[in-house]
Protein backbone atom coordinates (compact mmCIF):
# COMPACT_ATOMS: atom_id res chain seq x y z
CA UNK A 1 0.00 0.00 0.00
CA UNK A 2 1.36 3.30 -0.80
CA UNK A 3 0.01 6.19 1.00
CA UNK A 4 0.62 9.16 -1.39
CA UNK A 5 0.84 12.73 0.23
CA UNK A 6 0.85 16.17 -1.57
CA UNK A 7 2.46 19.42 -0.14
CA UNK A 8 2.76 22.67 -2.11
CA UNK A 9 -0.08 24.33 -2.98
CA UNK A 10 -1.03 27.69 -2.16
CA UNK A 11 -2.43 30.82 -3.18
CA UNK A 12 -0.50 32.27 -5.95
CA UNK A 13 -0.94 35.54 -8.50
CA UNK A 14 -1.37 34.67 -12.26
CA UNK A 15 1.55 34.45 -13.33
CA UNK A 16 3.40 32.60 -10.77
CA UNK A 17 5.43 29.65 -9.76
CA UNK A 18 4.55 26.49 -7.52
CA UNK A 19 6.23 22.96 -6.99
CA UNK A 20 4.02 20.31 -6.08
CA UNK A 21 5.72 17.08 -4.10
CA UNK A 22 4.26 14.22 -3.97
CA UNK A 23 5.69 11.48 -1.08
CA UNK A 24 4.60 8.39 0.34
CA UNK A 25 5.61 8.64 4.21
CA UNK A 26 8.96 7.18 3.83
CA UNK A 27 8.83 4.80 1.01
CA UNK A 28 9.95 4.83 -2.62
CA UNK A 29 7.61 5.85 -5.65
CA UNK A 30 10.86 4.72 -8.01
CA UNK A 31 8.77 1.19 -8.75
CA UNK A 32 5.76 2.76 -9.86
CA UNK A 33 3.89 5.14 -12.43
CA UNK A 34 3.01 8.42 -10.54
CA UNK A 35 0.74 10.66 -11.98
CA UNK A 36 -0.21 14.68 -10.91
CA UNK A 37 -4.41 15.02 -11.83
CA UNK A 38 -6.44 17.86 -10.70
CA UNK A 39 -10.13 18.77 -10.63
CA UNK A 40 -11.79 22.19 -10.32
CA UNK A 41 -15.17 22.72 -8.91
CA UNK A 42 -17.96 21.29 -11.03
CA UNK A 43 -15.46 19.69 -13.61
CA UNK A 44 -14.11 15.85 -14.20
CA UNK A 45 -10.75 15.00 -12.54
CA UNK A 46 -8.15 15.32 -15.04
CA UNK A 47 -4.69 14.06 -15.83
CA UNK A 48 -2.22 16.93 -16.32
CA UNK A 49 1.38 15.15 -16.38
CA UNK A 50 2.51 11.28 -15.52
CA UNK A 51 5.99 10.07 -15.47
CA UNK A 52 6.81 6.45 -16.04
CA UNK A 53 8.75 4.15 -13.32
CA UNK A 54 12.07 4.32 -14.94
CA UNK A 55 11.40 8.03 -15.75
CA UNK A 56 12.10 7.91 -19.42
CA UNK A 57 8.62 8.83 -20.60
CA UNK A 58 6.76 11.50 -19.41
CA UNK A 59 3.28 12.65 -20.46
CA UNK A 60 1.45 16.49 -20.45
CA UNK A 61 -1.42 17.37 -21.05
CA UNK A 62 -1.91 19.72 -24.32
CA UNK A 63 -3.53 22.49 -21.63
CA UNK A 64 -0.18 22.36 -19.37
CA UNK A 65 2.65 21.74 -22.04
CA UNK A 66 5.59 24.18 -21.78
CA UNK A 67 4.23 25.17 -18.14
CA UNK A 68 4.51 22.10 -16.29
CA UNK A 69 7.74 20.04 -15.67
CA UNK A 70 7.06 16.66 -13.56
CA UNK A 71 10.57 14.83 -12.49
CA UNK A 72 11.24 12.24 -9.63
CA UNK A 73 14.09 13.27 -7.32
CA UNK A 74 17.57 11.24 -7.87
CA UNK A 75 16.66 8.82 -4.49
CA UNK A 76 13.46 8.26 -6.21
CA UNK A 77 11.70 9.17 -3.35
CA UNK A 78 9.69 12.26 -4.46
CA UNK A 79 7.92 13.48 -7.70
CA UNK A 80 7.43 16.73 -8.10
CA UNK A 81 5.86 18.80 -10.09
CA UNK A 82 7.22 22.38 -10.93
CA UNK A 83 4.25 24.54 -12.30
CA UNK A 84 5.09 28.52 -13.99
CA UNK A 85 2.99 30.56 -15.79
CA UNK A 86 0.11 29.85 -14.27
CA UNK A 87 -3.54 30.89 -14.79
CA UNK A 88 -6.87 31.21 -13.56
CA UNK A 89 -7.90 28.25 -14.48
CA UNK A 90 -5.03 26.31 -13.44
CA UNK A 91 -7.12 26.47 -9.70
CA UNK A 92 -8.32 23.07 -8.56
CA UNK A 93 -7.34 20.67 -6.08
CA UNK A 94 -3.98 18.45 -7.43
CA UNK A 95 -3.81 15.19 -6.53
CA UNK A 96 -1.24 12.75 -6.73
CA UNK A 97 -1.95 9.25 -7.74
CA UNK A 98 0.11 5.74 -8.57
CA UNK A 99 -0.12 2.77 -10.51
CA UNK A 100 2.09 -0.45 -11.35
CA UNK A 101 5.22 0.24 -12.70
CA UNK A 102 3.91 -1.32 -16.22
CA UNK A 103 0.84 1.02 -16.72
CA UNK A 104 1.86 3.49 -19.63
CA UNK A 105 1.84 7.20 -19.01
CA UNK A 106 -0.56 7.66 -21.51
CA UNK A 107 -3.25 4.96 -20.09
CA UNK A 108 -3.02 6.99 -16.99
CA UNK A 109 -3.11 10.29 -16.89
CA UNK A 110 -5.51 10.13 -19.94
CA UNK A 111 -7.85 7.83 -16.98
CA UNK A 112 -8.69 4.98 -19.85
CA UNK A 113 -8.01 2.39 -17.84
CA UNK A 114 -9.09 3.89 -14.05
CA UNK A 115 -9.17 0.75 -12.53
CA UNK A 116 -5.30 1.00 -12.89
CA UNK A 117 -4.69 4.12 -10.42
CA UNK A 118 -4.49 2.19 -7.14
CA UNK A 119 -3.51 5.22 -5.32
CA UNK A 120 -4.47 8.79 -4.30
CA UNK A 121 -3.24 10.89 -2.49
CA UNK A 122 -5.82 13.59 -0.76
CA UNK A 123 -4.83 16.39 -2.60
CA UNK A 124 -3.28 19.67 -2.32
CA UNK A 125 -5.41 23.38 -3.33
CA UNK A 126 -3.76 25.43 -5.81
CA UNK A 127 -5.80 28.49 -6.27
CA UNK A 128 -4.83 31.05 -8.70
CA UNK A 129 -5.82 34.87 -8.79
CA UNK A 130 -4.92 38.49 -8.19
Known amino acids: QLQLVESGGAVVQPGGSLRLSCSASGRTLKFYAIGWFRQAPGKEREGVSC????????YYADSVKDRFTIARDSNGMTVYLDINGLKPEDTAVYYC???????????????????????WGRGTQVTVSS
Open 51 to 58: VSESGRST
Open 97 to 119: AGASSDTTVRTMCGLRAPQLIKW
